[in-house]
């Protein structure tokens, strides 16, 4: 399968050295491989690699030479511009990692004006609907069976994506978490992550966490933001710019694992989740936008699912339901605060699509997110 950022790395590692990362088996390593016939492949994880890659040792007449895991070598950073400063860019660089993109960004100086960089996210329905299966439904059950992760998509079988899922996580925690961090409570990560599932769609107390764990608050913010660096989870805050009424401050968690969820409408949002942070990240890279996403909900229980930030302003508000086609009053309360921003609830069985007086659409959740490109505005 192609995969949508394909293109954009081939054509960027023509100038400089690309940065891959994203979830641990998204596909990084094959879409590198696919680029070009003629490479070189180093995992720092493997130790026959690992001593080439410290003593600079691979062909140097093939098109491209990948660095796989390469984050988990010390000063890999100031290693790899000095390949670049004293080789130039042929063979072209491809750097892939399932360390978060926040590692990547605190190059700083080491590689900076040397480097593109890109989140590579699972398959969601467009991508899927786009170089797979061109028949959204279909697309839509399988991604809620067996995740987006390609893997387990491809095969489409229930029994094989639960043997994967385990392993998958087992990776995650034994391997690139003991990797990178100096923790050993692994059995309480995976107790947090259990904890997490039932919690995806609702805003997170750290300290409901802490005393189900047993641990003070900080440990549990801590070992988040570690969940976080290594794609096993991300955060949705809270958006509360000129809302004059205090909103709830806790943040949402919500898995690139999505088949992880076990409520089958949290499992809807947390897919709704990826797909839009999928588009907000696409944007950042491949377009230079700035963009983030948060939820609004006030501490009287008023609430949308998704505002959507671009270059800093409101430009996407999204609430998702099963099957309630009835407008929510919700976006009546938020209006007066996101200015112009595009409005939309997305129903999954909805009989009938429609737009209100005042701009809001109601839309099929599986055809949105289906052409969700085209639908995504940039600009407010």
Same mark, same amino acid.
């Given at each position: 399968?192609?995969?949508?950022?394909?293109?954009?790395?081939?054509?960027?590692?023509?100038?400089?050295?690309?940065?891959?990362?994203?979830?641990?088996?998204?596909?990084? *390593?094959?879409?590198?491989?696919?680029?070009?016939?003629?490479?070189?492949?180093?995992?720092?994880?493997?130790?026959?690699?690992?001593?080439?890659?410290?003593?600079?040792?691979?062909?140097?007449?093939?098109?491209?030479?990948?660095?796989?895991?390469?984050?988990?070598?010390?000063?890999?950073?100031?290693?790899?511009?000095?390949?670049?400063?004293?080789?130039?860019?042929?063979? $072209?660089?491809?750097? *892939?990692?399932?360390?978060?993109?926040?590692?990547? $960004?605190?190059?700083?100086?080491?590689?900076?004006? $040397?480097?593109?960089?890109?989140?590579?996210?699972?398959?969601?329905?467009?991508?899927?609907?786009?170089?797979?299966?061109?028949?959204?439904?279909?697309?839509? +059950?399988r991604l809620m069976k067996c995740s987006g992760f390609p893997e387990?998509?491809?095969?489409?079988?229930?029994?094989?994506?639960?043997?994967? +899922?385990?392993?998958?996580?087992?990776?995650?925690?034994?391997?690139?978490?003991?990797?990178?961090?100096?923790?050993?409570?692994?059995?309480?990560?995976?107790?947090?992550?259990?904890?997490?599932?039932?919690?995806?769609?609702?805003? *997170?107390?750290?300290?409901?966490?802490?005393?189900?764990?047993?641990?003070?608050?900080?440990?549990?913010?801590?070992?988040?933001?570690?969940?976080?660096?290594?794609?096993?989870?991300?955060?949705?805050?809270?958006?509360?710019?000129?809302?004059?009424?205090?909103?709830?401050?806790?943040?949402?968690?919500?898995?690139?694992?999505?088949?992880?969820?076990?409520?089958?409408?949290?499992?809807?949002?947390?897919?709704?989740?990826?797909?839009?942070?999928?588009?907000?990240?696409?944007?950042?890279?491949?377009? /230079?936008?700035?963009?983030?996403?948060?939820?609004?909900? *006030?501490?009287?229980?008023?609430?949308?699912?998704?505002?959507?930030l671009t270059d800093g302003r409101p430009t996407l508000c999204v609430?998702?339901?099963?099957?309630? /086609?009835?407008?929510?009053?919700?976006?009546?309360?938020?209006?007066?605060?996101?200015?112009?921003? +595009?409005?939309?609830?997305?129903?999954?069985?909805?009989?009938?699509?429609?737009?209100? +007086?005042?701009?809001?659409?109601?839309?099929?959740?599986?055809?949105?997110?289906?052409?969700?490109s085209s639908a995504f505005p940039t600009k407010a």
């Amino acid at each position: 399968m192609d995969r949508y950022l394909s293109p954009l790395v081939k054509k960027d590692s023509d100038k400089k050295i690309v940065l891959l990362s994203g979830p641990r088996q998204s596909g990084k *390593t094959t879409l590198a491989k696919q680029l070009f016939d003629n490479y070189e492949y180093l995992n720092f994880d493997a130790s026959e690699d690992r001593t080439s890659i410290f003593k600079k040792q691979w062909r140097r007449d093939v098109e491209c030479v990948i660095f796989d895991e390469l984050h988990k070598m010390p000063k890999w950073k100031r290693w790899v511009k000095g390949i670049y400063d004293t080789e130039g860019n042929r063979p $072209r660089l491809i750097v *892939t990692g399932s360390a978060n993109l926040d590692t990547f $960004r605190k190059v700083g100086d080491s590689l900076a004006g $040397r480097y593109f960089q890109y989140r590579l996210h699972p398959l969601d329905i467009e991508e899927a609907v786009t170089f797979w299966q061109n028949n959204p439904q279909e697309v839509f +059950q399988r991604l809620m069976k067996c995740s987006g992760f390609p893997e387990p998509f491809l095969e489409g079988s229930l029994d094989f994506y639960k043997r994967w +899922q385990r392993s998958h996580l087992d990776i995650i925690l034994r391997q690139d978490f003991l990797d990178m961090y100096s923790i050993r409570s692994i059995k309480s990560i995976e107790l947090l992550v259990d904890l997490l599932k039932p919690r995806v769609s609702s805003p *997170t107390s750290y300290s409901n966490l802490a005393r189900d764990l047993q641990v003070d608050p900080k440990s549990v913010q801590n070992w988040l933001t570690m969940l976080e660096n290594i794609y096993a989870l991300f955060r949705v805050t809270p958006y509360h710019d000129n809302i004059s009424r205090s909103l709830l401050k806790e943040p949402k968690f919500y898995f690139y694992d999505i088949a992880r969820v076990s409520d089958e409408g949290a499992r809807l949002e947390n897919l709704v989740a990826c797909a839009l942070l999928k588009r907000i990240q696409f944007l950042e890279d491949a377009h /230079g936008y700035k963009g983030s996403l948060h939820y609004l909900r *006030t501490k009287d229980g008023v609430e949308l699912d998704f505002l959507v930030l671009t270059d800093g302003r409101p430009t996407l508000c999204v609430e998702v339901k099963m099957s309630d /086609g009835n407008l929510s009053k919700s976006f009546n309360y938020f209006r007066k605060f996101i200015g112009e921003a +595009q409005c939309v609830q997305l129903v999954l069985n909805l009989k009938r699509e429609y737009d209100t +007086q005042d701009s809001i659409q109601v839309r099929n959740l599986v055809s949105y997110l289906a052409s969700l490109s085209s639908a995504f505005p940039t600009k407010a």
